[in-house]
């Protein structure tokens, strides 16, 4: 009897979903367990698979659909038994009836940017989860293919597309001047862009946002990490980051305030005795926060490996909802993108964030003598409704002084 497959249970606060690239057409064959369909939320993508083998019948939703948990998406047919004078037919008078070729498994952005090139997938090597094609692997390719060779001197292999694309003629006609339509691209936003842009919105609308600035002198972290990088490397097998300390002082400054690890609910102020830390990361679709959950009970090396291992996750797209879910403070570095000073955005329903920024050489006055110093300023977004400007400042002070003299960080 046929199946229905639904959208599946997307997670805490999550309540709807944007159809994404259909793996499978109506028609084909599937077996258990082969993904059907891509879905697109707020936080991360999702793969609908199929429970049982069969045939894909109708498709009740295209790509660009919104949907929402319990939605039907397809229903799956049982396949047609052979009969004995289709089993006793020559081979060929089968062939028509063979199935469509299967889409290769590859993220929706992946999947556009090889049409843009006309790719053909199936070419490509995929580095993601159970060899999902991503991003990085579609440009990698498209970079091979482009003339770079493999690195050691043998050309890189050209695609049929390619060669028919150099058979064309070098100079063609000019084009007549297209109309104004032309002159724009238009796409579809993803559901994670206009999470994004809602959330904005409704932090701007229900808390009252505040920033204040210090800037801080990286000089004792950056010695720290000159003397001690490459024997971290070698006994704990991650590197050894600013992200850590940050992390660490953060912690200890939100045991000294704690209105800053805490939200409101109603009338009420609740206030966390637990710090799991949201590390902002620019991933393929849009910013994305995963957690580090229980960071006061972590080791340096703990914290590196785990950061470390959500960034990867996060350039891969293969971050799960309970790498996202929850938080009680976010830290932000907008200084791997060059930015020099920034107000960062509160994520509701913290009340804290504290935006890092570039590593400068700036002079500065120490006992009395102009000296060049590695400076970098930070920044804390507060939701005014709770906490203080003094709480506020002191907090950020507190974060300044642990890194600047990172002591009693390391001996915690």
């Known amino acids: ?17 944007t159809v994404g690239a259909w793996l499978k057409r109506e028609g084909e064959s599937v077996q258990a ?20 083998s069969g045939v894909l019948g109708r498709i009740a939703h295209q790509e660009g659909d919104t949907v929402a948990p319990g939605d039907i998406l397809a229903v799956l047919e049982e396949a047609a038994a052979p009969t004995p004078a289709a089993s006793a037919a020559p081979a060929a008078a089968a062939a028509p009836a063979a199935p469509a070729e299967e889409r290769p498994h590859a993220s929706p952005v992946a999947r556009r940017i090889a049409e843009e090139h006309g790719l053909n997938l199936t070419d490509v090597q995929g580095t993601g989860t159970g060899g999902r094609v991503t991003r990085e692997d579609v440009e990698r390719h498209i970079s091979g293919v482009g003339g770079q060779g493999s690195g050691d001197g043998t050309p890189a292999a050209t695609s049929p597309t390619r060669l028919a694309a150099d058979a064309r003629p070098a100079h063609t006609e000019p084009r007549p001047p297209t109309p104004d339509t032309q002159r724009e691209t238009r796409m579809r936003m993803s559901r994670r862009r206009q999470t994004i842009a809602q959330r904005l919105l409704e932090a701007q609308r229900t808390a009252a946002m505040l920033t204040t600035f210090n800037e801080v002198d990286m000089s004792a972290i950056m010695a720290i990490r000159g003397r001690r990088r490459e024997a971290f490397q070698k006994r704990h097998g991650v590197g050894l980051g600013f992200m850590s300390f940050f992390t660490r002082a953060v912690v200890s400054a939100l045991k000294a305030f704690p209105n800053l ?11 966390k ?8 990361v620019g991933a393929e679709g849009g910013l994305v926060v995963p957690i580090v959950r229980d960071a006061d009970r972590k080791s340096f090396a703990e914290l590196e490996r785990e950061i470390s291992a959500l960034a990867d996750k996060a350039r891969l797209n293969t971050l ?7 938080g009680t403070f976010t830290i932000t570095n907008g200084g791997v993108f060059g930015s020099l000073l920034s107000t960062p955005i509160l994520s509701p329903p913290q009340v804290g964030i504290l935006g890092m920024h570039k590593i400068q050489p700036r002079p500065v006055v120490v006992n009395d003598e102009v000296v060049v110093r590695p400076m ?10 709770l906490v203080d400007g003094r709480e506020a400042v002191q907090f950020l002070v507190r974060v300044k002084e642990l890194v600047e003299d990172p002591t009693e960080l390391l001996l915690d």
């Open 1 to 17: 009897m046929p199946v229905e497959v639904r959208v599946p249970t997307l997670g805490e606060s999550v309540v709807e979903a």
């Open 33 to 52: 367990g082969d993904t059907l369909v891509q879905l697109e939320t707020e936080k991360v993508n999702v793969d609908v698979a199929a429970d049982t």
């Open 261 to 271: 690890n805490a939200e409101i609910r109603g009338d009420e102020i609740v206030q």
């Open 273 to 280: 005795h637990y710090y799991d830390i949201g590390i902002a």
């Open 320 to 326: 799960t909802l309970d790498d996202l879910r929850g």
């Open 376 to 385: 970098m300023y930070v920044a804390l977004t507060y939701d005014h409704r």
